[in-house]
C-alpha cells in the first residue's frame, strides 16, 4: 500500500475552515484514501473515505485530484472539539491491514 | 452496546509477568485486529485475523500472542512483559468486504514496572 505524508501538525482559530493534505504518490488503480480521527485516550475514528473527485458527509469534505496523488480533508468552521490528530491513509478492500503514518496534529485555538 | 470493547482499560504489571487483554465485538465483522500506540503516538498494527486465522503479523517478539476463539474475539497476551512493552494497545475490527472502515476499542493503557 502507498505510503502518505502529511502535516506533521496545524493550528487553527475557531470558526475557521481548515484543510489538512496529504500526498500518497503511489496509491494503486484499486485503492481508497481513508481519514481518521483520534483524541486522546480514544482509539481512532473512522471520518471519511473516498475514490476520486469530492466526498461530503457530516463531519468533512474530502477532495480527491484526477491524478489521487493526493487528497485534501476539509474540516469546515471547527470548534474546540475538534482538536484531535487526523491520519491519511490509503485503503484497500481485501488488504486486512490499515497502516497509520504520523497523522497531523490539529489544535484549535479559542 | 459498546461495539468494539477491550479489557482490561488499565494494566500496570511488573517485569517478567505474564498478562492478557481481551477483546470482543458484536458488529459481525470478520476481520480483527491489534495495534500498538507508543508514547511518540505512533500507531502500528501488530496482528491481523481473517474469519480466526492470522493474516497478518507484524515483526513482533514471539513474546506477543494474539488467539482467536471465534470471529467475534481476538485475544493477546503477552509473556515476560518488559519494560518496553508498556504502551496502548487497540483492537480494531472490519469488513474485509464492505470497505475498510474499522471500529476501534477504547485501548488498554499498559505499564510495565
Known amino acids: 500500500l502507498a505510503k502518505t505524508t502529511q502535516p506533521i501538525s496545524m493550528d487553527s482559530y475557531e470558526g475557521q475552515e481548515v484543510n489538512i493534505t496529504c500526498s500518497h504518490n503511489?496509491?494503486?488503480?484499486?485503492?481508497?484514501i481513508t481519514w481518521y480521527q483520534q483524541f486522546p485516550s480514544q482509539g481512532p475514528r473512522f471520518i471519511i473515505q473516498?475514490?476520486?473527485t469530492k466526498v461530503t458527509n457530516e463531519v468533512a469534505s474530502l477532495f480527491i485530484p484526477a491524478d489521487r496523488k493526493s487528497s485534501t480533508l476539509s474540516l469546515p468552521r471547527v470548534s474546540l472539539s475538534d482538536t484531535a490528530v487526523y491520519y491519511c491513509?490509503?485503503?484497500?478492500?481485501?488488504?486486512?491491514?490499515?497502516?497509520f503514518g504520523t497523522g497531523t496534529r490539529l489544535t484549535v485555538i479559542p | 452496546d459498546t461495539a468494539v470493547s477491550q479489557t482490561p482499560k488499565y494494566l500496570v504489571t511488573q517485569m517478567g509477568n505474564d498478562k492478557s487483554i481481551k477483546c470482543e465485538q458484536n458488529?459481525?465483522?470478520?476481520?480483527m485486529y491489534w495495534y500498538k500506540q507508543d508514547s511518540k503516538k505512533f500507531l502500528k498494527i501488530m496482528f491481523s485475523?481473517?474469519?480466526?486465522?492470522?493474516?497478518i503479523n507484524e515483526t513482533v517478539p514471539n513474546r506477543f500472542s494474539p488467539k482467536s476463539p471465534d470471529k467475534a474475539h481476538l485475544n493477546l497476551h503477552i509473556n515476560s512483559l518488559e519494560l518496553g512493552d508498556s504502551a496502548v494497545y487497540f483492537c480494531?475490527?472490519?469488513?474485509?468486504?464492505?470497505?475498510?472502515?474499522?471500529?476501534f476499542g477504547q485501548g488498554t493503557r499498559l505499564t510495565v514496572v
Open positions: 480494531a475490527s472490519s469488513n474485509m468486504d464492505g470497505g475498510t472502515e474499522a471500529f
Open positions: 503511489n496509491i494503486a488503480t484499486n485503492d481508497y
Open positions: 473516498g475514490y476520486k
Open positions: 491513509l490509503v485503503t484497500r478492500t481485501g488488504a486486512n491491514n490499515l497502516f
Open positions: 458488529l459481525g465483522h470478520d476481520t
Open positions: 485475523y481473517n474469519n480466526k486465522e492470522l493474516i
